[in-house]
């Protein structure tokens, strides 16, 4: 019999006990494609974000990996609710925010903020470090005029910068002062949740490591919850215990630290995985090989259909061109959408999701977990059948 | 660009971040600064300074000079020993009447000093012609800012209203509305007729001058808005008025200050122009354009009161586009020319 456990409509506290801050569920980002010419009619979608779900812990933190154009940064603001999204919720602190109006947005804006990419193009070049990392208290009228100039000093204290040089502009600070000054912008309203986008990617390999060690302390001090986008799995593995893989709009796979960077069961967090030095061999099949992935990311206008991962699938098969593969749990925080979900070198060659290889439903055991959080029993591979804690 | 676990775990402490606390080697130099510094290193744009500084600071003292007593624009001269009834009222004398009273020589006719007349015609026209270019700058940024950050429908309207602007018969509307909205205006605000001559010609000036401005800042804007500061402020919940003007506005200062120093000297020329065919400010109040349009009449008898107008057009006309060209090679290093 298949079991097909329904997708929850409502987030519900995660195996780990902690309450989420952040859930998202079903989050969908399409942005039209309007024809050239007087009447433009839409004639397209850029499918950036297709159904994406995952949690944040309060005070805790998710990495969302994935390569160039895979809609991370999307993603991120559809959560800062920089962008309405077309479809999905977001639940923050037990509110759906997608529909909010920038009036109801107001008072959320001192709760989530943003670490941007480029610390070269996120602060305004005309306004001093005093009147950047002050903008927000003077937005939200916090402090009055007297309380800005003492909070922005504390602040460049916080991020390790000379309090004396609220005056300067940010022309006059290197690479890594700057992200540090975006940084301070953003814990002015002591915000609960961080969206991180890329935060260390512009800057000089040498700096990197100091930014991500600050941002490691301030979310132990202040008990900030983050998202923290990157490219590469190195830099997240370090700060999110738990990690998102995002391909072309969608989540492929989701796991706490431990099991993605040991057992990984995705062709692309494995690919991704073998680009990382340093991670243990075991974890891609004992050899130190680069797993290469062939072409670029398609275009998300027209997204490959059944797997989006098929045309650059080391292992693809016939089937994933015609079923989509559903997100389905496969440890007690490990869930992964691919047929053929296997640790490297040891994929199975029947398909794991229910289906023969012809796509017909075979009644096998289906998990299915297309919700934020993760469920109380999942498939076991090995076995294929359902086990629980 | 990726980060490897080794950098990580021999990453110094976070205590410790001031191996990239060096300001760069710029330090305290802002760009307005490094501006200046290029400005001066110019010696035409530096020349060209100092005319337009001369100018400014003649047409402030005008007025002044005037109630004290030191020149005097408007009063008459009918003396038989200036001017030769015979002769139509020409000036006697060589070269205009030209004395040490009369430095400049003396208005045919009238007898008034030329000198003076010049003066406080400088500070006429240029008054025109600032104020012609404020409106032009102020139409035009507001307008561009608004049309280039929200894009879609708004900036499609005022794109059509820039098209339609561009597309009028400037010249012929100034002539032929001029008397009519000349009177409307005396009616309205009960000014008297140079007034009123005047408020619509700095009027109809900005008003077909912004349509540049326009273009100018809405091409600045389209990139400035999609740097990401102004995303960060949107996340801060930053009103539509705060990004406009706080955190684009000081962003397009340095075309603004170009496109003012260079469509001020435009509005004197133009200024003249409409003088001679006969809209603007009227004499005996003395402008440029005026006295300029009277000199053409005795190009052949006088022809100093035809030469020295037009001296003094040009010469200010040059000097405040070459410094508008050096203020935009000095904000902008990389453009050639
Ligand atoms: N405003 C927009 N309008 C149309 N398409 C967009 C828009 N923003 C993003 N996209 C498209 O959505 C897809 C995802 O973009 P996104 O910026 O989220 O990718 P990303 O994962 O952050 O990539 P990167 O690592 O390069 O930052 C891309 O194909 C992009 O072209
Ligand atoms: S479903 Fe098929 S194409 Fe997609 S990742 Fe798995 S094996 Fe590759
Ligand atoms: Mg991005």
């Known amino acids: ?78 959560i800062t609710r920089l962008y309405k999204p077309t479809g999905g919720s977001i639940g923050f602190e037990g509110e759906d925010i997608a529909g909010f109006s920038p009036r109801q947005l107001m008072p959320l804006r001192r709760e989530i903020q943003m670490i941007f990419q480029d610390p070269a193009t996120s602060l305004n070049p005309r306004h001093t470090v005093g009147q950047i990392i002050g903008a927000p208290l003077v937005i939200h009228k916090i402090t009055g005029k007297d309380g800005v100039m003492p909070r922005v000093k504390e602040l460049l204290e916080i991020v390790g910068l000379n309090p004396e040089h609220v005056n300067r502009y940010p022309h006059e600070f290197s690479g890594g002062q700057r992200q540090r000054i975006g940084i301070a912008r953003a814990l002015t309203l002591q915000p609960k949740l961080l969206v991180a986008d890329e935060p260390v990617s512009a800057l000089d390999v040498s700096i990197q490591a100091q930014v991500i060690n600050l941002l490691q302390d301030l979310q132990r001090e202040f008990d900030i919850a983050f998202l923290f986008i990157a490219h590469d799995l190195a830099i997240v593995r370090h700060f999110c215990p738990e990690i998102a893989v995002m391909y072309l709009g969608k989540i492929v796979e989701v796991a706490d630290r431990e099991s ?110 297309a919700g934020p959080g993760f469920e109380d029993t999942w498939l076991d591979l090995s076995t294929g059948q359902r086990t629980g804690a | 660009m990726s980060l490897s676990e080794s950098q990580l775990e021999v990453s110094p402490t976070p205590d410790e971040p001031k191996a990239d606390d060096q300001p760069q080697s710029l330090e305290g130099l802002s760009p307005t600064k490094l501006a200046v510094r290029r400005f001066r290193k110019d010696r035409l744009s530096m020349i060209a300074f100092y ?151 700095i009027g109809v000036l900005g008003l077909f001058g912004w349509p540049a401005v326009a273009r100018l800042i809405r091409g600045q804007v389209l990139s400035i808005r999609e740097r990401e500061f ?34 001020t000297p435009q509005y004197v020329s133009a200024e003249a122009a409409l003088s001679y065919l006969g809209v603007g400010i009227k004499p005996p109040t003395p402008t440029l354009g005026n006295i300029l349009t009277d000199g053409v009449n005795y190009a052949l008898t006088d022809f100093t009161y035809f030469l020295f107008p037009a001296i003094v057009i040009a010469v200010i006309v040059v000097s405040l586009n070459l410094f508008g060209d050096g203020v935009r090679d000095a904000l902008d290093p990389k453009a050639d020319r």
């Open chain 2, 51 to 201: 005319v337009v500084a001369f100018v400014l600071v003649a047409a402030i003292l005008a007025p002044i000079f005037t109630k004290i007593g030191i020149i005097d624009p408007i009063s008459l001269n009918q003396d038989d020993k200036l001017i030769d009834p015979t002769l139509g009222g020409l000036p006697r004398g060589a070269a205009g009447g030209i004395t040490w009273a009369h430095p400049l020589g003396i208005e045919p006719g009238t007898g008034r000093d030329v000198l003076s007349r010049l003066w406080y015609g400088v500070t006429f026209s240029l008054s025109i012609s600032l104020a012609a270019a404020i409106v032009a700058i102020v139409v035009g940024t507001v307008l561009g800012i608004i049309a280039g950050f929200s894009g879609g429908l708004i900036d499609a309207t005022v794109g059509r209203l820039i098209d339609l602007t561009l597309s009028f018969p400037q010249t012929l509307m100034l002539l032929a509305l001029s008397s009519i909205f000349v009177a409307a205006i005396q009616q309205r605000t009960g000014l008297s007729t140079n007034p009123a001559n005047a408020v619509y010609e």
């Open chain 1, 260 to 369: 993605l960077y040991t057992r990984p069961l995705h062709p692309y967090t494995q690919a991704l995985l073998s680009a990382v030095p340093d991670v243990r061999q075991a974890a891609v099949g004992g050899r130190r090989e680069r797993i290469r992935l062939q072409g670029d990311v398609p275009s998300p206008i027209n997204p490959p259909s059944g797997c989006r991962f098929r045309t650059r699938c080391p292992i693809a098969k016939d089937v994933c061109a015609k079923v989509e593969p559903p997100l389905m749990q496969v440890g007690p925080r490990h869930k992964v959408a691919c047929h053929f979900a296997g640790e490297l070198g040891h994929h199975p060659a029947v398909p794991v999701t229910g289906i023969d290889v012809e796509g017909a439903a075979t009644g096998g055991t289906v998990v299915e977990s």
């Open chain 2, 230 to 263: 102004i995303e960060a402020a949107k996340l801060l919940g930053a009103s539509p008025r705060r990004l406009y003007f706080k955190e684009i506005l000081p962003n397009v200062w340095a075309p603004l200050l170009v496109s003012f120093t260079l469509i």
């Open chain 1, 1 to 78: 019999m298949s079991t097909t456990s329904a997708a929850p409509k409502h987030a519900r506290p995660s195996g780990s006990g902690v309450e989420p801050i952040l859930s998202v569920e079903d989050l969908q980002m399409y942005f039209p494609v309007k024809s050239r010419g007087v009447i433009r009619r839409t004639i397209g979608h850029v499918q950036a974000v297709d159904g994406v779900s995952f949690e944040v812990p309060k005070g805790g933190s998710l990495g969302l990996v994935g390569e160039s154009g895979c809609g991370k940064s999307t993603t991120g603001r559809l």
